[in-house]
């Protein structure tokens, strides 16, 4: 399980900014006069989780909400453990291992309370660092998802959010099962 900040700039990642380096000028290309500065855009988080059976639905964290225990608990671990964990594992949920980082919410002792009493999670202290073979929720999903919603159009949040969930729906499963694997 693991959250994502998507960009609200509407312009899919695509900018006016161009990066001059010493060779382009050498090379003698033509380099634009005028080029807008790079502003971060506004963005959205949203928060989703995989398995080798599948992805969970891709939840949008509430626009300029804080994410306290409280919050985290109820729009994303609740719906993650009561509708998409029993969908994948129906009899045996209570076999599934949470893994997610130590963010503030994640390791706040609400939700430890709330993850002891719902089953299996792997504990702050065994976690292990950011890595391709222990974090693929980063490293695979929320990447190929940035791609994919870069190839798509839209012109709202809501359009925007709708985009995510549709693309992140249509992640290869065979993907995921082998970002497991490693």
Known sequence: M??????????????DFVYVTKKSVEDGRVIPTAVKSPSFPAQRMVAAGYSYRGPTRLYAVPQKAKVNADLFIKKILKPMFDIDVPKFYGADAWKVILHMDSAPAHTAKKVISWLKSRGKYITKEEWLANSLDVSPMDFVANGYLKQRLAQRNYTTEKGMI?????????IPLEMLQKSLGS
Request: some cysteine.
């Open 2 to 15: 693991e959250e994502a900040m998507l960009p609200l700039d509407f312009e899919n990642g695509k900018t």
């Open 162 to 170: 709708r985009c995510a969930q549709e693309e992140y729906k249509k």
